[in-house]
């Protein structure tokens, strides 16, 4: 048999790397237990084998087809152009738009195999983000034939995703602009092509038709489903919990400077609840919905609950039906919450009673019973609530997957119930602490303070939990000290480890840092709240040394608490002081740490009231200048309590202190330590002159009534002595 020609050195290095991509991608598709067909192609990837044999929802929609592999030169072409546009450093806008339809124009007729590679579809990604609405439409019909493998690949599902998200936003431009302007309509024309980003998302919808229940379970393809639908609701694709149904704590961040389309999706804007879209993308989110529950019985459905990639799509899933649909949606036989709870009413001995049970427990399924709790009809939720949740409350409250659903429960009820579980609860609150069990007697607290229910009983139980001799120990509240290198152990803990993360993220394992912070976050809550809560926390904190304090501020976790209380309006002006006292000969140090030069910080707005005490920390800062400009944090503290100002021409700076505090009638430091010659030393030069001008004034009015004086008397003297030297008397005398 002849053996291949092999070269060595250099020239190889390409080839090398074509192969190397091949065989990555190979291997990926075999990690992922799929099987390939037996042809012997080792490009192309057949997979009619599901990834999971035993597919919930639906089989693989066939062969997956082989798009073909970018040669050498287009490789290192489109690698170029990624890092130039991740790096962004371009002369002016007008010249990276000239570089992107230069990147364009060479990726016509490449966009799948660009998706498809592993070292270039970021580049796909990036240039999706900064494409223009017509680019988009012409990059949804390159892929429209497609979808369904794309979304099922390992690199272009991610295309897939940004696709859709760029995109929305253009959706919304066209509903409120009444449709496309008519230069997008000219070049859309000139290049062939007559649909809008709306009749793009429509054909995608219906492409997709056939494939949505293998899809729900597939491990890339149900994240640019999940986005898919919340398109076609019209919903914030930036909030909290959208977040962390559409992608993983793992999932790589692709972006380029000013790629984020509208504010929607910006860092920096406010997240909108809503967006507008057409209607006719509510018929299309109906049939989605539809078929992906079309064929499955109660069962087959329920084993979604607890599929790893399945359980987030049909958390969605059930959301956007009850929340787009309305809640009458849960009488219609055929809807995702009838499926999954069929039984009406719910009784404690029926089928749909031990499965929700079993969700509470489950590390996965738990998500979909706080998603219930949110979303269930009024009704279902008052049947719910009565027959399985109320008398086993405490039970969940003190098991650390069924806990984050007693919190949604707790955050759902009304005043009434709330009072009966107040009451129920906040005995158990010291063994809620022992086994960490933060987020309930915090949402307790905070549900309390809302439906304005007294919290003195939680203030107790708290305090009995850490109570001594020497009163409330806050340092075991705080997690400070040897205790707080403990790390929990527990059986129960270790046993969830292994949990997948490719689906929603399961309640992770407790370690020091996320305790410690936990129980820092419930000490914040408590000082938001007047009374006997904040009392507790705050008379602790001012009863602690100073070298604690200290190392509190320099803890990067607890430096949040003491800046919680610093600035805390529930803080009467003499627990501040006492407490901002305790730092007094070590704000220089304070400034340059980088958790504690914050706590400083928050000392300017915490000394609402006080300003001898902001000129006392200031003082404290010039003296530490040199240090203070050495160091970042040091400089950041500087700018914040305006020091230049303070060194060049401190009585604006004390007055404008004593005007952002309010606190005109306050005495400033200096007034109080030397007093009049520092009150006259606050006058400005202006009040000084013309208190001289009135001075000199006032002398010269003087000394002129003075000499008129003189000179009367002089006149007068003068009158008497020519009198007598004339010899007349000039005193009458009687009889005369």
Sequence with gaps: MPKENRKRGRRMDGKKRKLSDAEEDLSLEE???RHKSEDGDSHIAHEAVPEH?????????????????????????FKNADQMLELNQFEDAESRQLFLENV???????ELKIANSQSCSRLMERLIQLSTPTQLESLF?????????LMTHRFASHCCEALFLNAAPAVAAEVLSGGRTEAESEVNGANGSTSSIEDCFLSTATALQGNIGFL????????????????????????????????????????????????????????????????????????????SVAGLDTDRLRGLATHANGNPTLQLLLRVELSHFGKQRAK?????????????????????????????YDPVGSRLAETLVQCAPAKLFRNLYTTLWKERLPSYARNEIASFVACKIIERLGKDDLLDVHEVLAPHIPSLLERDRTNVVRTLIQRCTIRDIDTKAIAVQINSTWDTPDGFEIRKLLKIGPQASKKDDSPHDSARSGASVT?????????????KAHFNILAQVMILVPGALSGLILDSLVLLDAETLLDMCRDPIVSRTLQAAITSKTATIITTRKLVQHFYGHIGDMAVDKAASHVVDCIWEGTHGLAFIRERIAEELAENEAQLRESPCGRAVWKNWKMDLYKRRRLDWIRQSKNKASNDGFQSFEEIEGGVDAV??????????????????????KKAVKDAKKASVGVSGEGAGAAAASGVNATPVNGS
């Design 53 to 77: 044999e035993d597919a919930l929802a639906g089989a693989y929609p066939g062969e997956k087809p082989f798009f073909g592999m970018l040669d050498d030169d287009e490789q290192e072409y």
């Design 104 to 110: 364009w124009r060479e990726a016509d007729g490449k």
């Design 31 to 33: 990690s992922s237990k």
């Design 332 to 360: 219609d036989e055929n809807s995702i919450i009838r499926t999954l709870l069929p039984d009406d009413p719910i009784t404690a001995e029926c089928g749909s009673a031990s499965f929700i049970n079993g969700l509470m």
């Design 503 to 515: 689906g929603p993220v399961p309640h992770q394992v407790k370690t020091t840092e996320p305790v």
């Design 216 to 291: 729900m379970t597939e491990r890339y393809a149900s994240h640019p489903l999940r986005i898919l639908l919340l398109v076609l609701a019209g919903e914030t694709l930036d909030s909290a919990s959208t977040k962390q149904l559409l992608q993983s704590k793992k999932k790589e961040s692709v972006k380029v400077e000013g790629g984020e389309k509208g504010g929607e999706r910006a860092n920096d804007g406010p997240v909108q609840a809503s967006r507008t879209v057409p209607t006719s993308f509510s018929a299309a989110l109906e049939s989605l919905i539809s078929e």
């Design 680 to 701: 006259a030393a606050a006058k400005t030069p202006l009040q000084m002159a013309r208190e001289r001008h009135v001075k000199n004034k006032a002398a010269k009015e």
């Design 141 to 149: 019909g390159k892929f429209m034939e497609h979808f369904v493998h």
